[in-house]
């Protein structure tokens, strides 16, 4: 399992055929950093298996909690056979402060 | 009053951050919306039900002050009533537009994939030519981007995908609500709420206002009469969960879940197996399956669908003939057939208007045309380009190109 950073994420060689299909997917590269990050976001589940299909092992992406700003891991929630979007990289209420009840002041409502 | 309301229009999002999930989507439309020079005239949110896509228009229009012309499932929608509102709004830009208070007009049309049938008819072709001619920004919503009659109506848009809530956002919403609404709520009956949703926001309110009328405390035992919420689910996701299925049911229940075209989901199966079994005894056994639902799926024909629940269960069983061997793949998508149809229907087009004019000058039919006649106009052409009988065919010097390169019939 390999886990990646939404933001960046380095890759080994990619063979052309990949490296053509993960930039129409809507991944970006940095040629000076040799980096690539998830520019769109309309076909992730599509980005993932081709990640995945490159690196040949599962991959995984951290969540960010919306209230405290850390990162968790999915196979922290108690809900991963209702997400249809577990483990793509999108902000998420980790266990801890969805237990604490901790209601985010600004960001709803 | 405000007592009446239901909860889905009281707590409905006024600022953009009231918008729960779907970050970059918001960022994506922001960001769209505030281009002076947009590249594309028009957006198209796509998504699940009830995810935000309304909401968040509802609430950037009013963040920054821009007027909504709305035009929604509601109406109809014929070429003739969009252009009667479409085009007024779209044609002028509102002289409110220079005051500080209002930005000018949006022009929303909601659920775009309800445009159809006999009711609508050339509603999107009206939609599209009030997109290309539109001088105020023109945003559309639809749950399903996969229709056929949408592929036109795609290529002018941007894109911008909503998915679906998760589960502890609605968890946190919902406790939000409970606490503006003085109700004490136990954390298991929201849970049970939420994951009923299935990733619908606007559900999951309407099931807690129903479930907690007029009640103080709201506890799990209330919550028990809530049925499960049937959800389609598109093409890639069906791809996706059927292939890395673990037993034949599995896959079934996905498929029976689906919203996808059969005939299309059979072109895809077979398409993608080869990634999936590179072992050939489970390949060869994978595409008998397949023949076999290619034969169930013609005996269903537009009547017989008591027999479906045979394509299916053929189709299941090919995707899962060893469900422990499965590794992610890119998976391909739309059908190669469908896709290669697409790509050359410019030519197709092309090769039919010239069998047209030969068969209106030989008086005969087009097919005979295109199978005893185009292939000696050819060799004649490729001798001599400007015989008389280009002449007498009226065949436009594109059609001679045309004819001349073409490799086969």
């Not at chain 1, 589940?45 to 209230?67: H, K, R, V, W």
């Not at chain 2, 909504?68 to 779209?90: C, F, L, Q, W």
């Not at chain 2, 059969?262 to 199966?269: A, E, G, Q, R, V």
């Not at chain 2, 479906?308 to 890119?330: E, G, I, Q």
């Amino acid at each position: 399992m390999v886990v990646l950073n939404k933001k960046s994420f380095t890759l080994p060689r990619v063979e052309r055929e990949h490296f053509v299909r993960l930039m129409r997917l809507g991944v970006e590269y940095d040629r000076d950093k040799g980096t690539f990050s998830i520019a769109s976001f309309d076909n992730i589940e599509a980005i993932l298996d081709s990640i995945s299909n490159i690196l040949n092992d599962e991959i995984l992406f951290l969540q960010n909690c919306l209230i405290c700003d850390n990162d968790f891991p999915c196979s922290e929630c108690n809900y991963p056979e209702f997400c249809e979007t577990k483990n793509l990289p999108f902000q998420c209420v980790c266990p801890q402060c969805l237990k604490n009840r901790k209601i985010p002041q600004q960001k709803l409502f | 009053m405000i007592k009446d309301l239901l909860w889905v229009e009281k707590y409905r999002p006024k600022k953009i951050s009231d918008v729960v999930g779907n970050e970059l989507a918001k960022t994506k439309f922001i960001d769209w919306l505030k281009k002076k020079n947009r590249r594309k005239k028009a957006v198209l949110l796509y998504g699940p039900a009830g995810v935000g896509k309304t909401a968040l228009v509802n609430a950037a229009s009013n963040q920054f002050n821009f007027t909504i012309i709305e035009m929604n499932a509601s109406d109809t929608r014929t070429e003739k009533t969009i252009n009667k509102v479409g085009k007024p709004a779209t044609s002028f830009i509102a002289l409110d537009r220079f005051s500080s208070e209002s930005k000018g007009n949006i022009l929303f049309l909601d659920e775009v994939d309800g445009v159809f049938g006999q009711q609508d008819r050339g509603g999107i072709k009206a939609i599209i030519n009030i997109v290309k001619q539109s001088l105020i920004p023109v945003v559309m919503a639809a749950n399903d981007t996969d229709q056929k009659k949408l592929r036109p109506l795609k290529k002018v848009c941007q894109l911008i995908r909503f998915h679906q809530v998760r589960i502890p956002l609605i968890i946190t919403t919902l406790q939000k609500i409970c606490s503006a609404e003085n109700i004490e709520a136990e954390f298991e009956a929201l849970e049970r709420i939420a994951q009923n949703s299935q990733g619908d926001m606007r559900s999951a309110i309407n099931d807690l206002q129903s479930t907690s009328e007029g009640k103080e405390i709201l506890t799990l035992q209330d919550t028990m009469l809530l049925r499960t919420r049937n959800k389609d689910i598109g093409m890639y996701e069906t791809l996706r969960g059927v292939f890395s299925a673990e037993s034949v049911g599995e896959a079934a229940i996905m498929l029976s879940r689906s919203n996808v075209n059969y005939d299309d989901f059979l072109l895809s199966i077979s398409d993608n197996l080869p990634f999936r079994y590179p072992e050939s005894a489970d390949l060869a056994t994978a595409y008998d399956m397949v023949s076999k639902a290619d034969v169930f799926r013609g005996r269903v024909g537009t009547e017989n669908w008591h027999l479906l629940r045979y394509f299916f269960n053929l189709l299941a069983k090919a995707t899962t003939v060893s469900p422990k061997s499965f590794k992610p793949f890119d998976f391909i998508s739309p059908p190669i057939r469908v896709m290669s149809l697409f790509w050359t229907k410019n030519k197709r087009m092309k090769l039919e208007n010239i069998c047209a004019k030969i068969a209106l000058k030989c008086h005969v039919s087009r097919n005979t045309a295109k199978t005893d006649i185009v292939p000696f106009v050819k060799i004649m052409l490729e001798k001599q380009k400007s015989s008389k009988i280009v002449s007498w065919l009226k065949l436009e010097p594109d059609d001679l190109d045309y004819l001349i390169k073409m490799n086969k019939l």
